[in-house]
């Protein structure tokens, strides 16, 4: 077929756990015979963004860390494969023309990348949840002028949007957003405040990034899958509720006003979501495992107890104040996460500090550009970083 038939997309953090699923999906999609790649990006991991490069033919390849823009340079010497380096040529990446793009880095870092895609008018499939999370109403807004589709790759998400019947969103009762419970489901508050960063990023059914695999341990995932299902889906804070569901076969759920409740149900496998986005509107032929019911036999389903997890609450807080207290919550949580995988803070005391950070910051302040949301998100991190030293 000739050159310009074959369908485009970039994927920013190709060298990630979403970016990786979703070069598989590519490859059991056609490869190349099906795809071009304008754009990759990744970080350290310069070998395997190179081989990435080089396997796809993207024509540019971007890592985030600017210190090792010859390294990759040297990578990919000989093949024409164009190469850039740091903040400024990842937000290109992204504005580089292409039908689709995955957003998969993780962290505020992805948003000004994303949204250059998004202004360009491509559609979006959205794994890097910190965008709605952080930028809400203004992500949203900026999907809306540039005229793409926003295809969410997060699994409950995902899941929701392919139950939500478009011309029945006004019966929509109530979203349930299934928690695996991840690995600490059955420990005791004492249990939970000795655990390491090693057992906590051990997650029983996904595998998935270091960070989000210790964000589902405390919870503090599905609490910023809260915000995220708010804005995607236009829902009231009350009118979302998390399912502790240790089996991950119901992948979420959407209550009707006539009391109907539809699930989308599946092997907990990335590539079904990362598939079903990259073959919107139409389904694709995925290699994921078959569910067999009869060897499954029962499904388990648990109140959360936000006790031991309050970064569930302090979800439900934000959504509450609205304005940039998403923003908040993320930035200091990623404060809090790095102290814990440093092993300067206990895993309970993650949600201290979240919390502090967003009752200092609850002043009302509303986001009217993406430097609002990078001045919360700085400001909570300064607040939360002062309130780790004097906790030292
Ligand atoms: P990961 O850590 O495996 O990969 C992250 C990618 O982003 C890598 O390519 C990395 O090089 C890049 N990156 C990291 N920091 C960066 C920075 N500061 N600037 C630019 N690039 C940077 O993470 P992941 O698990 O693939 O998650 C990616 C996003 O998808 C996250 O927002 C996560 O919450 C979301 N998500 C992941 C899964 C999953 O199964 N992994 C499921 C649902 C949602
Ligand atoms: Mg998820």
Redesign the pocket.
Known sequence: CPETSKRRISI??????????TLDVMTHLGGREAFDVPAI?????IEL?AAQARQTGAKFAV???PARYDDLKSALAGTGIEVGAG?SA?IEAGARETDLLM?????I??LA?TLAAVAQGADIAL????CLVSAGDLFQDAIDSGGGKLLP???EHNAIFQVLEQDQRHAVDRIILTASGGPFRDFTRDQMAAVTPETAAAHPN????????I?SASMF?KA?EMIEARHLFGMRPDQIEVIVHPQSIIHSMVGYSDGSVLAQLGAPD?RH?IGYAIAHPRRAGLPVERLDFARLAKLEFYAPDEARFPALGLARTAMQRGGLQGAVLNGAKEIALEAFINGKLGFLQMADIVATTMDKLDDGRVAHSIEDVYAADRDARDVAASLLRQSD
């Open positions: 920013l953090g190709s060298t990630g756990s979403i970016g990786c699923n990006t990744g970080m350290g991991n963004l890592t985030a860390d903040p990842l957003a998969g880095i993780v962290g870092a992805g990348p794994a890097n949840k910190e790759v997060d699994s996904w595998s998935m990034g270091l960070k989000i695999s964000d995932n910023l990335m979501a």
